[in-house]
């Protein structure tokens, strides 16, 4: 069974930071661009970043520039969202996705998300 499993959400206080993961079971990666999402209660989902299939580019959403960076690792069939400085407003469930390479097309298998809350 093909899946990805997104890992790394809890509880954190704002200014704080956490890296989510993103592996696949089933399948590889290394062809795939990689795709992160997040959806708050009562709001709309929303993308957050994708990276490219080899890793050498990647795009962010405007409210998250500057404090989230993404990788990957396919020795490791792994993606990672690194989030820093993060604030309440980041509090979703975070979901990754598959793509094209290039991160373009639409998005094919997802994970089951991970929650991600920032309060104090």
């Known amino acids: 069974q093909l899946q990805l499993v997104e890992s790394g959400g809890g509880l954190v206080q704002p200014g704080g930071s956490l890296r989510l993961s993103c592996g696949a079971s089933?399948?590889?990666?290394?062809?795939?661009?990689i795709g992160w999402f997040r959806q708050a209660p009562g709001k709309e989902r929303e993308g957050v970043s994708c990276?490219?299939?080899?890793?050498?580019?990647?795009n962010f959403a405007d409210s998250v520039k500057g404090r989230f960076t993404i990788s990957r690792d396919n020795a490791k069939n792994t993606v990672y969202l690194q989030m820093n400085s993060l604030k309440p407003e980041d509090t979703a469930v975070y979901y990754c996705?598959?793509?094209?390479?290039?991160?373009?097309?639409?998005?094919?298998?997802w994970g089951q998300g991970t929650q991600v809350t920032v309060s104090s």
């Open positions: 996705a598959t793509t094209g390479g290039s991160c373009e097309g639409p998005f094919g298998t």
């Open positions: 089933g399948f590889t990666l290394v062809y795939y661009g």
């Open positions: 990276i490219s299939s080899s890793g050498g580019s990647a």
